[in-house]
């Protein structure tokens, strides 16, 4: 049996559908069809049920499925280990902000001290690409904030944390102790400029279109509520400059911490890297 014979098999498994199956792989659906019945054949066995309901692993299926996924995973760490070895294996990380956090300080800690030998490369990125180049291809993974466009991406929450409205200290509403969206609705808020995902900016605009000046960076966001008076949308523990506050917004959802990557990306790496993030901000 064929390791690609085999990442074939893992992917009808997983999906339950030869089509979603052969998008995962960037292959057309004939060719998936036959690897799959070659392997039927060599195992001596059905591994499939197809029916017009869908498809399911037969006993058999499920058997071999847990066996490829064992020797599909030595077998990537064993060339993640061998790449290593040879000085030529790197991981191009994309971040968006948090550069600071606790958690991102863990996770850079202990990607360190599995894979010394590993050329990480980070991208940093504003807040106008919360995908950290992953639609552009420009890197292997993101540790970002969602939501987003999520097609053709996998995304696991890493951390859930609360947020507030950004005021000027001098502003009246920041006298209270609490805000609900509609306290803001007759101000100005900060946004992103034309062409940034649509799920990211109805999120930080509190899911309505606002108007007031174009922002990039989190430096522009506390400048223009300081300059203008405007307001928006920030993480309650992020400490505001001089002349900011920070007060909690009691109806809007948590903004979530997530590790984004390519779906059907089998590099090692990459799963190392989200299983060392989900262990880090965890702790």
């Known amino acids: 049996m064929e390791l690609r014979t085999l990442r074939y098999f893992v992917a009808v498994a997983e999906e339950l559908h030869f089509g979603r199956a052969a998008a995962r792989l960037h292959m057309s659906q004939p060719p998936l069809s036959r690897a799959i019945k070659q392997l039927e054949t060599e195992a001596g066995a059905p591994l499939l049920d197809r029916s017009p309901a869908g498809v399911t692993l037969t006993p058999v299926g499920a058997v071999l499925l847990d066996e490829a996924r064992a020797v599909l995973d030595r077998a990537d760490r064993a060339r993640a280990r061998v790449a290593a070895a040879a000085g030529n294996a790197t991981l191009t990380v994309g971040i968006l902000g948090d550069s600071d956090d606790p958690g991102a300080t863990r996770l850079a800690r202990a990607h360190h001290r599995q894979h010394p030998r590993v050329e990480t490369r980070i991208r940093g990125t504003d807040l106008t690409d919360p995908t950290c180049g992953l639609h552009a291809?420009?890197?292997?993974?993101?540790?970002?904030?969602?939501?987003?466009?999520?097609?053709?991406?996998?995304?696991?929450?890493?951390?859930?944390?609360?947020?507030?409205?950004?005021?000027?200290?001098?502003?009246?509403?920041?006298?209270?102790?609490?805000?609900?969206?509609?306290?803001?609705?007759?101000?100005?808020?900060?946004?992103?400029p034309e062409g940034t995902d649509p799920r990211w900016q109805s999120y930080w605009n509190g899911g309505e279109p606002r108007e007031g000046p174009v922002v990039r960076a989190v430096q522009e966001c506390q400048q223009a509520v300081l300059w203008n008076g405007t307001v928006g949308m920030t993480l309650l523990d992020h400490e505001p400059v001089q002349g900011l506050t920070v007060v909690p917004l009691i109806d809007m959802p948590p903004s979530r911490v997530v590790v984004a990557w390519n779906a059907g990306d089998t590099n090692p790496l990459v799963r190392s890297f989200v299983q060392l993030a989900a262990a880090a901000y965890r702790d």
């Open 137 to 192: 291809g420009v890197v292997d993974v993101a540790l970002t904030r969602g939501p987003f466009d999520e097609t053709g991406l996998t995304v696991h929450e890493l951390r859930a944390d609360p947020v507030g409205a950004l005021l000027r200290a001098d502003d009246p509403l920041a006298r209270r102790d609490r805000l609900i969206l509609a306290d803001l609705a007759d101000r100005r808020w900060f946004r992103f």
